[in-house]
């Protein structure tokens, strides 16, 4: 039996219990009708977005037509793109569209799913690491909790994917991540073609493209949305992530040079390309990943679905060496992967800290 609401703010450890033991998340708890947020969800004044923090719309997050993704003119504004705010949106990318509206539609109906459903998933009860139900980011380490679930699926193979993913979103996950891969390839092929790296080997592949993970995010309405945050301030550790999102809107960029909030305005079968922080360390900051963000609603439900295209977590990388061929000094150290990932997840989001661990010597 669900918690009473006074319940709920009165008691913190009944809040905690009803929503990450017993897995109703906070879809959970936006459900019982909460008229104000209770205090564990309550961000510290400087990590609420800030209306007077907000870039005007005059200067925006590129929109890039890949109708004919050959011209060379293509190839540039990406490479631009990825230089200045390392974050563009795409349309006639090849991917079906209704490939994406099923994989939303699935999205939806996993977190319609029983709390118990939900809950064989969780880090506790998942039968693998490579499946994870949860809600917010890290709560163990978090000050203030984020007011979004998820559904994160580390993509092994079809065949576990076949057997162990969710029956009720694996066939559409599973499509999604199939029918990305041609415009993913596309993408990072022109990103080192900007770099000299005039040949993709399988080294280079593995490391630019060698994993990848899919999450299904659910953010439920808030009632108090200025007060919290979807997803707090971040970078991703992939080499590229390849975000669906719906129509409700909500995700802000970082300006590197005012510094301000950009918002990325759904736009009807876009998606959303950004560099991560391996693309960051790869390219020797000539690409770079920047901190974004996901703001609470409080008319709706909004759902995303990212791809997180990344090296192997057994890859070593680094600045590559047609990068640094021509005495460039590399900023980056060549560090493994999976030691960058796990410091990434050990901690509350805090904006571009992560960068820090890959630093090289000064």
């Not at 079906?96 to 977190?111: N, Q």
């Not at 390219?283 to 791809?307: F, L, M, W």
Request: aromatic residues 8%; negative net charge.
């Amino acid at each position: 039996m669900a918690p009473s609401v006074s319940v709920i703010h009165s008691n913190p450890l009944s809040l905690l219990d009803f929503v990450v033991n017993k897995g109703h998340g906070v879809k959970g708890l936006s459900e019982l009708g909460l008229e104000t947020l209770p205090h564990q969800y309550i961000q510290p004044p400087q990590e609420r977005l800030d209306a007077s923090n907000e870039e005007s719309n005059k200067d925006s997050i590129p929109v890039i037509d890949m109708s004919n993704w050959d011209d060379p003119e293509v190839a540039q504004a990406i490479c631009d793109a990825a230089r200045k705010w390392g974050f563009f949106q795409i349309v006639n990318h090849r991917v079906p569209i209704h490939v994406l509206e099923d994989v939303k539609d699935a999205t939806l109906k996993f977190f319609a799913l029983p709390a118990e459903e939900k809950l064989k998933y969780s880090k506790e009860r998942s039968v693998t690491n490579n499946i994870r139900f949860g809600t917010s980011f890290t709560p163990e380490t978090e000050k203030a909790l984020e007011w979004k679930d998820y559904l994160s699926l580390f993509f092994v193979s079809v065949d576990e994917a076949a057997s162990l993913w969710p029956p009720i979103c694996r066939n559409q996950a599973l499509d999604y991540i199939e029918a990305s891969e041609l415009i993913v390839k596309k993408l990072l092929k022109i990103l080192m073609n900007g770099l000299n790296v005039k040949e993709i080997d399988e080294s280079t592949e593995s490391i630019l493209m060698g994993s990848k993970r899919i999450n299904l995010n659910y953010y439920p309405k808030c009632p108090n949305p200025e007060l919290t945050v979807g997803v707090g301030r971040h970078s991703d550790v992939s080499t590229l992530t390849v975000l669906l999102q719906d129509d409700i809107g909500g995700l802000f960029v970082r300006n590197t040079e005012t510094m301000k909030w950009i918002h990325v305005p759904p736009v009807s079968g876009s998606l959303v390309i950004n560099v991560g922080d391996a693309l960051q360390i790869i390219s020797n900051g000539h690409y770079k990943s920047v901190e974004h963000r996901v703001s609470a609603n409080g008319n709706g439900n909004r759902i995303s679905v990212p791809i997180f295209v990344c090296p192997r977590p057994s890859d070593i990388i680094g600045p590559l060496p047609e990068v640094v061929q021509n005495g460039e000094k590399p900023l980056y150290k060549h560090i493994l992967y999976s030691d960058y990932v796990k410091h990434f997840f050990r901690k509350a989001h805090d904006g571009k800290a992560t960068i820090d661990f890959a630093k090289g010597d000064s």
